[in-house]
């Protein structure tokens, strides 16, 4: 089993900025792929970004494109979303998600492991 656990949330006002972390831990081998995906009530959860193990790849979504940065250390096994220029539209329970597939997946079934998730709120 693989455990994902975020941080980093919290509140924060338009044009602020947060990093948040997820810290993994158990099987190591198959984490090759790790991503954000972010889920505002009522809505489907939908991908932030993604970037493959060797951080040669990176995807973004278009809504944060330019506004987001997504990173990882591999040594210490953590994966970080720097998001600057938050929006109020930005709010959202944000998720990591690790799966054993080679190539960044925009999609919630290209990743087999998830953290419980990080509260963002932003007000305008």
């Known amino acids: 089993q693989v455990q994902l656990v975020e941080s980093g949330g919290g509140l924060v006002q338009a044009g602020g900025s947060l990093r948040l972390s997820c810290t993994a831990s158990g099987r190591t081998a198959i984490r090759v792929a790790m991503g954000w995906f972010r889920q505002a009530p009522g809505k489907e959860r939908e991908f932030v970004a993604g970037i493959r193990r060797s951080s040669d790849t990176v995807s973004y979504a278009d809504s944060v494109k330019g506004r987001f940065t997504i990173s990882r250390d591999n040594a210490q096994n953590t994966v970080y979303l720097q998001m600057n220029n938050l929006k109020p539209e930005d709010t959202a329970v944000y998720y990591c998600?690790?799966?054993?597939?080679?190539?960044?997946?925009?999609?919630?079934?290209?990743?087999?492991?998830w953290g419980r998730g990080t509260q963002v709120t932003v007000s305008s």
């Open positions: 998600a690790a799966g054993s597939n080679v190539a960044v997946s925009t999609t919630p079934r290209g990743y087999e492991y």
